[in-house]
């Protein structure tokens, strides 16, 4: 796509790869949910956004919203278990998350879909992912985010106490959603009219959550 990213002063001379996961440090949000976050888990992001923007087969999706079909702001991706991801790093990610959380989560991250934000008319409004297991079973989301940081809220999906919740993610960031937050939480990347650079986002999830 030829869309370059402003390079980060510490991720542009490293090569593509992974940080430990022993730094992780979580934030409870109540409601029996939580978040995990290491920034820079993976190095060298700017190098790999360059690789995803240009060979991942993005594509544009509309959706029926109230009486209209309207274009989904961002491009998306989806690879679905047992589909090779689109760059070795991702599958070695994957398999530190399944490695890291197996105590909790006792079953592996086998989806990975992708979002990229190309700017700040780009967006997803809030939601749950509640397709499937999340509506009714505490699960995790694993997020790394590639590119520009964009800010990432969480707020209680029913009101009452905790506030939102922001997290700027990108530049090889990783954040986890974990518990009940799929249930009790919605997250957003809202739009902006401030200039920013494009991001992309890779979501983990395990079998059925969507």
Known sequence: MGVHVQASLFDA???IGLRRLDGVRRTVLGDGAWIDLL???LTGADALFEVLAAQVPWHAERRQMYERVVAVPRLL??????EPLPHPVLGRARAALDAHYARELREPFVSAGLCYYRD???SVAWHGDRIGRGEHENTMVAIVS???PRPLLLRP?????GGTVRQALGHGDLLVMGG???????????KTAR?????ISIQFRPRGVA
């Open 13 to 15: 001379a490293e090569e």
């Open 39 to 41: 920034p820079g888990w």
């Open 77 to 82: 991706a989806h690879y679905r278990e047992g």
């Open 120 to 122: 700040g008319r780009d």
């Open 146 to 148: 590639v590119g520009e």
């Open 157 to 161: 999906r029913f009101g009452g106490g």
């Open 180 to 190: 009940s937050c799929q249930r009790t939480w919605e997250h957003a990347v809202p």
């Open 195 to 199: 200039p920013v650079g494009p991001r």
